[in-house]
């Protein structure tokens, strides 16, 4: 079956967070939404189906994990990254911020010092923070549009922490990293006693001819000193569904993770959740594939019209998602000078760099996860803006 990639939706009256959050933030609803990390495509008829059929009996009570949730999943990671799991390392949460949020709660007390790796997922800071916890940085280093892990400041950085929030692949910058980067932090992490928490929502939106490599997978010290989060909701475009799932080999910390959510019913999807999961993981390959080829021509034509229009923006070719970091440092702006280009002059809304640590300022997200024909108005804001501005 062909997907149709190109066909605009209009997303008017649905309460999205990309449209309804446009006043909030900018104080103007003239703005083309490229920030919200979620698709402007439709979501796969084969969950839209699940879920009518569903609607189709009548009664939306309580629902339970079903054997072909949990088959699901351990056929999609096994055939997607050769990765052996059993039911009793799964454990369902509802969605992976919350899942992280509760796993700071579960495996840390207040106070404690949690490591993160900037520029990353704002909410690894905001969480850790809000919690009451210490955030402790192991800045990224940029070279040659990618970026590295520094290693031996994360050793130095890394004691006194009991958490270490892995982002894997990498948001915002792309990044699927080097098994070798892995493979140090695990054993340091293992050496160090700090569990390391990877947050994986993106591996599904790997692009050939990258592969995706689970942290829990790069050896034994990984394994069992790891809680990984996984979830169909970024690849399958169904982030409103809020079903993700943590994976924990270690018996221990999967026994204390499940206690601590059951305490509070945490762990309990809702109607849609487990029917969702298992249809996307189920009969989504064929129109995964087809996303992310589409995805991937996306970037390949933002990153050529930029290069060839505006030279001062550099486009970090992503390895996985629909995410793109914009590299503006070369137009001299201060920050605010950057946004107020971006929303005043472009008239577009993406993400402030800034959002994501000290180390993204000087940078923008870019969204390019819809129809190309609203990327090549957006871009042709953005070109005529270069040019009023003289840059």
Request: proline share 5%.
């Amino acid at each position: 079956m062909i997907y149709d990639f190109d066909r605009i939706i209009d997303r008017e009256g649905t309460a999205a967070i990309k449209l309804a959050g446009l006043q909030e933030h900018w104080g103007r609803t003239d703005l083309i939404p490229l920030w919200v990390a979620d698709m402007d495509f439709a979501s796969p008829p084969f969950i839209l189906d699940a879920i009518r059929r569903r609607c189709d009996r009548e009664i939306l009570g309580y629902t339970s994990e079903h054997d072909g949730y949990y088959r699901s999943i351990i056929d999609w990671v096994k055939s997607r990254y050769g990765m052996s799991v059993d039911r009793g390392a799964i454990t369902f949460v509802g969605g992976i911020v919350p899942g992280i949020a509760f796993a700071i709660n579960c495996f840390t007390a207040r106070g404690d010092k949690i490591l993160i790796q900037p520029p990353v997922y704002h909410p690894f800071r905001q969480v850790s923070l809000a919690n009451g916890r210490q955030v402790v940085t192991n800045p990224l280093i940029l070279e040659d549009g990618v970026y590295r892990m520094d290693i031996d400041d994360f050793c130095r950085k890394v004691k006194g922490c009991k958490l270490f929030i892995l982002c894997n692949p990498h948001n915002p910058g792309g990044v699927v990293w080097k098994e070798e980067e892995l493979c140090a932090v695990a054993e340091i992490c293992y050496e160090e006693g700090v569990l390391v928490l990877s947050d994986e929502i993106h591996a599904d939106l790997t692009l050939p001819p990258y592969r995706h490599r689970p942290f829990c997978m790069v050896g034994e010290r990984a394994k069992m000193n790891s809680v990984t989060f996984m979830a169909p909701s970024k690849a399958f475009n169904i982030p409103g569904i809020s079903a993700s799932q943590a994976i924990i080999y270690d018996k221990a910390l999967h026994r204390r993770f499940e206690t601590f959510l059951e305490a509070g019913e945490s762990n309990m999807g809702h109607v849609f959740a487990f029917l969702s999961v298992e249809a996307a993981y189920t009969h989504g390959t064929e129109w995964l594939d087809q996303c992310l080829a589409y995805i991937q021509g996306n970037i390949d034509y933002t990153a050529d019209f930029l290069q060839e229009h505006t030279p001062k923006i550099r486009v970090l070719r992503p390895h996985a998602s629909y995410l793109v970091w914009l590299d503006c440092r070369a137009l001299c702006l201060s920050q605010e000078a950057l946004n107020d280009f971006f929303v005043d002059k472009a008239h577009l809304a993406l993400n402030d760099g800034a959002l994501f640590g000290e180390e993204g300022k000087g940078f923008m997200r870019l969204n390019v996860g819809s129809p190309r024909s609203v990327l090549e108005r957006a871009l042709k804001q953005l070109v005529e803006a270069y040019v009023v501005m003289g840059f």
